[in-house]
């Protein structure tokens, strides 16, 4: 589940998109509430994702990939409401998948999912919801609450791999915090394997993270209070030990 940004830039841009790829948030704004047709205009982008697969995308989806503020966003939205629902041709996804996958400002997600809640529920050509992006790019607790508030129902969705998003989240070291959520929100997604037979706890026991004692606790029922106990205590002794080193 890599993430890349979008680059390759195509050569067919409308006014707006100009203003988008130049990051030029005033313009934009302007150049919608003159041209509020502009917002229909879908434009063909190489490499939107991957750099390898062209892409017909909305200004909505140029707009979500490259972290415009919310009142771009809102303006795009307000000219073309269906832009909500429209997705990009390469791998299917919605605005709120892009704005998820690149890790777009808390504000714009919740906005996203508010205005259109289905989309929480939609998954892209490779099974995978809005919710499996931000467990993949640390999103913090609140764009993760946002997401299960508005459809609790994606914890159980598994995409083509049968990675549910816990598995998602324990895979790419999300915080304890995001973690205990997910498991709050669906019990039985602890017990859920992926198609290659691994459940939560046994990639908890494979990656390299600073939480990961705390996740794997959560995973096997522990209170988290005596991992993170007994790790102040380790760190205790250590220091004492060499401390009592240099004095010798």
């Keep these: 589940m890599n993430l ?72 795009i939205v307000e000219a073309y409401p269906d832009a909500l629902s ?75 791999n049968g990675w549910l998003p816990l598995h998602v989240a324990v895979h790419f070291g999300a915080s304890t915090e995001v973690v205990q959520q997910l498991i709050k929100a669906c019990p039985s997604s602890v017990d859920h394997r992926t198609k290659k037979g691994s459940n939560a706890l046994k990639l908890a026991k494979k990656v390299s993270t600073k939480n990961k004692e705390e996740v794997i606790a959560l995973l096997e029922g522990r209170p988290t209070n005596e991992v993170v106990k007994s790790t102040t205590v380790s760190r205790q002794d250590s220091i004492l030990r060499a401390l009592v080193s240099m004095a010798a």
Aim: charge should be negative; proline fraction near 5%.
């Design 4 to 75: 890349h940004l979008p680059f390759n830039i195509g050569t067919h841009r409308s006014n707006l998109n100009k203003y988008l790829f130049n990051e030029d948030w005033k313009s934009a704004i302007t150049e919608i509430e003159h041209h509020p047709n502009d917002a229909k205009v879908w434009s063909s982008q190489a490499g939107f994702f991957d750099g390898d697969h062209d892409s017909h995308v909305l200004p909505i989806h140029v707009a979500c990939s490259l972290h415009a503020p919310l009142e771009v966003i809102k303006a």
């Design 86 to 160: 429209a997705k990009e041709t390469s791998f299917k996804r919605l605005p709120l998948h892009v704005s998820c996958q690149m890790a777009e400002k808390p504000e714009v997600i919740e906005y996203l999912a508010r205005q259109y809640v289905g989309a929480t529920i939609e998954p892209d050509v490779l099974g995978r919801l809005p919710i499996h992006y931000c467990c993949s790019n640390g999103a913090s607790l609140d764009v993760v609450k946002t997401l299960l508030k508005a459809n609790s129902a994606s914890t159980l969705y598994a995409d083509y």
